[in-house]
Each structure stands twice: as C-alpha cells, then as structure tokens.
C-alpha cells in the first residue's frame, strides 16, 4: 500500500481500488448471477413482484432470491483482508460474509432526493474507526446505474463547513440541490461506479446510501463488512 493511499483513506473515508480482482473471476461471478436470475424467472415475474416496492427494497428482495456459491472466498480474499488491516493501521476481520447487491434496471428517473442516507455501525465517542466496507463491482456500473453512493468526508463532519452531523442529515433530507449545498463542505458525493474487478473500500462511518439504477443493465455488485476486534 502507498503512503498517499492510506492519507486519501484517513482524509476521505473512502479508497478506490481499480481491477483489483482479475476479470476473468468477476466473469464467473457474473455467469452464475445470471444463470440464478434466468433461474428465477422461470418460476415467477420477478420484475413485476419488485415493481410494487420502494426502490431501496427492491435491492434487498431481489439479492436474498439470487445465491452464489463461494461468493465470499472469491472476493474477500486474504490478500485484500491484509490490504484492508494495512488500511486500518490494526487487524479487521470480516463478518457474516459476503452479500450480493443487485438491482433491477430501470428503476426510474436517477435522483439525489428521497434516498436512505444510512451508517450501519453506532457512533465511537472517541470517533475510532469502526470497521471497513469492501463494495465489489462485479460487473461494470455506469454512473447512475444504481451504484452505491457515500457521502466522503462525512466521519470528520464535525470539522467541516457543515456543523455537525444533525446539520448534514437534515440537509440530506431536505435539501433541493445537495451537490450546490455540500459545495465547499468539506464532504461530497461519490458513486461507486466503475469497471468489474474494482473495490471501493469505506470507513464504515461515512454515510452511505443505495441508489437508483436508472440503466438498462442489472446492477452486480456485492458487498462485506471487516470490523475491527471481530
Ligand atoms: O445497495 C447499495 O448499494 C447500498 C448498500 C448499503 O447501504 C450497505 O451495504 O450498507
């Protein structure tokens, strides 16, 4: 790991990986997602079952019905684990797997409003760093093709222009142009867009929220989570 690396890591929250995973791996992956979904349609209308719920749980529902033997081994790999502690500056060790994130295509009209602004770890009164999130892109994700977005520089807010942490959720909620409100904050949006075989790790403090797959292709990626004294 470069010196650089682990500063942007401390700075921002967030590390891009580029083809960091062998295509030929993500390929695999991939034939055997869409074996599951012809598999799935097959039975019944999946699509048409998805439709009738909120964008965010389609992602949920369609992930839980698609499964993938040896996922985890294949993506989490030690050498990336090892990355990942290096990153950490302490050991961290995944938990409860690897989970696909899929989404289905055509979602709708790709918004910044409405969406589930979320951070899966409860808050350190020492600020410490919790743990870290590997997102997988299995396949590759457009911008606006319902990659995952974080928010980064949003587990040092208190720092920033915006206040706190309360100031920043209202905004989220509330704001009508988020990327004109968060300009010059200190924190902004990433989308976790990109080409099969790259990882985004992130510090499980950032805010972090699924988005709308406005694309014609099913969003692959898939996703796990490393703790720190797991
Ligand atoms: O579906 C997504 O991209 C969001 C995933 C997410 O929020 C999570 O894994 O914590």
Known sequence: MK???AEFFAAQGYLRLDAFHPKSRMAAIRRNVLDEMKRLSARTDVTKSLRQLPFFQQIGKLSALVNVP??????????LIEFISRLGGQALTPSQGTQLLLSP??????????????????SDPLCR???IQAFFL????????????????????????LGSVSALRRLLKTSDNLERNLRGSGVSIVEMSGRAGDICLMDMRLLHTPSINAS????????????VGA
């Open 3 to 5: 010196s650089d690396q």
């Open 70 to 79: 040896g996922l985890h081994d294949a993506l989490a790999t030690p050498e």
């Open 105 to 122: 295509p055509n979602q709708g009209d790709w918004t910044l409003k409405g969406l589930n602004w979320h951070v899966d770890v409860t």
């Open 129 to 131: 760093l919790a743990g």
């Open 138 to 161: 299995i396949d590759d994700v457009a911008p606006r093709g319902g990659a995952t977005l974080a928010l980064a520089g949003s587990h040092r807010v208190d720092t920033s222009g």
């Open 216 to 227: 014609k292709q099913l969003r692959m990626m898939a996703t796990c989570r490393c703790f």
